[in-house]
């Protein structure tokens, strides 16, 4: 009763006053229903566009708070204003993913949205919409048939180069685990890549999903110089020779 009394209180109040103050009400609007989460229903939907003028201050102890205030009011436009925000700290990060994950919203198609305008670095948007992919093909397996996922691996394949090489590699276990949608052009494309780490990694990969596709590149692989990219080449090739 007395944090419903003391938050009734507050969201009168947070209209009638001005800036730095209604940011602090704000705050202590959000710890409240951080303590009493079923009060996060009460909020008017007003307060949505509140959280997301919030979003921009200065202060990543207020951006924190506004991702917590959003939870309450997500739609699309808030998922894309929170993944604008992935990369300010650990703490605001984990709490983006933790609101959007379970948001049953389009947010993979958000990600590549906000990326490819410029609002998110590439690679950093790239990791984090990995990371859901991971968590997805875990929990739904739908989501991972829609289009939003053909347009993932577009992208990741057009901007192959653009990519680290943890990137890469994350990729490959990723989407050899989940057998998704282009892997094998994934595969093809990291075998030919300048650093045996990821060709390597490609070959393992091959491993996972089925060798019927890549038995002339295995081949090669078996007869080049690099000692570690022969050992695997050849340990594929004679597993297929047996079988």
Same mark, same amino acid.
């Given at each position: 009763?007395?944090?419903?009394?003391?938050? %009734? %209180?507050?969201?009168?109040?947070?209209?009638?006053?001005?800036?730095?103050?209604?940011?602090? =009400?704000?705050?202590?609007?959000?710890?409240?229903?951080?303590?009493?989460?079923?009060?996060?229903?009460?909020?008017?939907?007003?307060? &949505?566009?509140?959280?997301?003028?919030?979003?921009?201050?200065?202060?990543?102890?207020?951006?924190?708070?506004?991702?917590?205030?959003?939870?309450?009011?997500?739609?699309?436009?808030?998922?894309?204003?929170? /993944?604008?925000?992935?990369?300010?700290? #650990?703490?605001?990060?984990?709490?983006?993913?933790?609101?959007?994950?379970?948001?049953?919203?389009?947010?993979?198609?958000? /990600?590549?949205?906000?990326?490819?305008?410029? &609002?998110?670095?590439?690679?950093?948007?790239?990791?984090?919409?990995?990371?859901?992919?991971?968590?997805?093909?875990?929990?739904?397996?739908?989501?991972? +048939?829609?289009?939003?996922?053909?347009?993932?691996?577009?992208?990741? +394949?057009?901007?192959?180069?653009?990519?680290?090489?943890?990137?890469?590699?994350?990729?490959?276990?990723?989407?050899?685990?989940?057998?998704?949608?282009?892997?094998?052009?994934?595969?093809?494309?990291?075998? +030919?890549?300048?650093?045996? =780490?990821?060709?390597?990694?490609?070959?393992?990969?091959?491993?996972?999903?089925?060798?019927? %596709?890549?038995?002339?590149?295995?081949?090669?692989?078996?007869?080049?110089?690099?000692?570690?990219?022969?050992?695997?080449?050849? #340990?594929?090739?004679?597993?297929?020779?047996?079988?």
């Amino acid at each position: 009763m007395k944090n419903l009394n003391s938050l %009734s %209180s507050l969201l009168k109040k947070v209209n009638k006053v001005a800036e730095p103050d209604r940011t602090k =009400i704000l705050d202590r609007i959000v710890e409240i229903i951080e303590k009493s989460p079923k009060l996060g229903n009460s909020l008017p939907n007003s307060f &949505k566009h509140q959280f997301l003028k919030m979003m921009d201050n200065s202060d990543p102890k207020y951006v924190l708070a506004a991702v917590k205030g959003l939870q309450y009011c997500l739609d699309q436009e808030v998922v894309e204003k929170l /993944i604008t925000k992935i990369g300010i700290s #650990e703490k605001i990060d984990s709490r983006i993913y933790q609101v959007i994950s379970f948001s049953h919203l389009n947010v993979l198609s958000a /990600i590549l949205k906000v990326a490819q305008q410029g &609002k998110i670095d590439f690679l950093t948007a790239i990791k984090f919409g990995l990371a859901l992919v991971e968590d997805y093909g875990r929990t739904d397996e739908i989501v991972l +048939q829609e289009q939003q996922m053909e347009q993932i691996c577009y992208l990741l +394949q057009s901007n192959y180069f653009m990519l680290d090489i943890e990137t890469k590699l994350l990729i490959l276990n990723i989407f050899s685990k989940l057998n998704l949608p282009n892997v094998h052009n994934f595969i093809s494309i990291s075998l +030919q890549d300048g650093d045996s =780490i990821v060709r390597d990694s490609a070959l393992e990969a091959i491993r996972v999903v089925g060798v019927s %596709s890549f038995i002339a590149s295995l081949q090669r692989f078996s007869e080049v110089e690099d000692r570690d990219t022969k050992k695997i080449a050849t #340990e594929i090739v004679a597993n297929l020779n047996m079988n």
